[in-house]
């Protein structure tokens, strides 16, 4: 079962460097999520999507762009990237039929800026 | 501010003792809380979640968590631990369409 897959799962970048991190999910959810995950900080919500052609900020959505084209893809681009994002970065994906679904995650992506 | 809180960063315990990791979180009208683990290299999972009804919830490998309304808390302990238990947990809030979670307790299980 393949789940939330991320790609790729390890990058270094340059300042001023752009780049995608690629998610897919086979389960057919409607709700896609990426976070990034800092140290002691928890994950923090970048953007999200409750289906195709719809997608919404989350609470540090400054420097990044994401796109909903179909259900299954959900790709994050990082634009002129900086040493703060130097972060992993983590897609997840649940059904849409309520709040209290469970989020499936993928295996996360590091990301180092240098 | 802040919607959910995690009072230890860390929490050292020997195998076989208990373990309570404590959260916090934000008061509001509908109330969703859960526990995900993360495993060194790994994406998280679900332990538990509390929606409703009894509150005191189980979860998966021996993990429980008990819903307090009046002390807005949601403790997840486990009676006696495994060195496999060695992971990060976190404590999660849904509110709308977003899950808001605290900033992570780190378990470490020594022999």
């Known amino acids: 079962n393949a789940g939330v897959t991320q790609t790729p799962k390890f990058r270094i970048l340059k300042i001023g460097q752009s780049m995608t991190l690629q998610c897919t999910q086979d389960m057919n959810h409607n709700y896609m999520y990426w976070y990034r995950q800092d140290p002691g900080m928890g994950l923090k919500l970048i953007y999200y999507?409750?289906?195709?052609?719809?997608?919404d900020k989350g609470e540090v959505p400054n420097g990044y762009n994401v796109s909903r084209s179909t259900t299954e893809d959900f790709p994050l681009r990082l634009e002129l990237a900086a040493p703060s994002q130097t972060s992993v970065y983590f897609c997840?994906?649940?059904?849409?039929?309520?709040?209290?679904?469970?989020?499936?995650f993928g295996e996360g992506s590091r990301l180092t800026v240098l | 501010a802040q919607s959910v809180t995690q009072l230890d960063s860390q929490v050292p315990v020997f195998e076989e003792a208990p373990v309570e990791l404590r959260c916090n979180y934000s008061s509001s009208v509908s109330v969703y809380l859960f526990w995900y683990v993360q495993y060194p290299n790994q994406g998280l999972q679900l332990l538990l979640k509390y929606l409703s009804g009894s509150t005191l919830v189980k979860g998966i490998n021996g993990f429980e968590a008990e819903f307090n309304k009046s002390q807005t808390s949601f403790h997840l302990r486990k009676p006696s631990v495994h060195i496999s238990d060695t992971a990060e947990y976190f404590c999660?809030?849904?509110?709308?369409?977003?899950?808001?979670f605290g900033g992570g307790t780190r378990v470490l299980v020594k022999p």
């Open positions: 999660a809030k849904a509110a709308g369409n977003k899950l808001t």
């Open positions: 999507s409750v289906g195709a052609g719809i997608t």
């Open positions: 997840a994906s649940r059904t849409g039929l309520a709040t209290t679904g469970e989020l499936f």
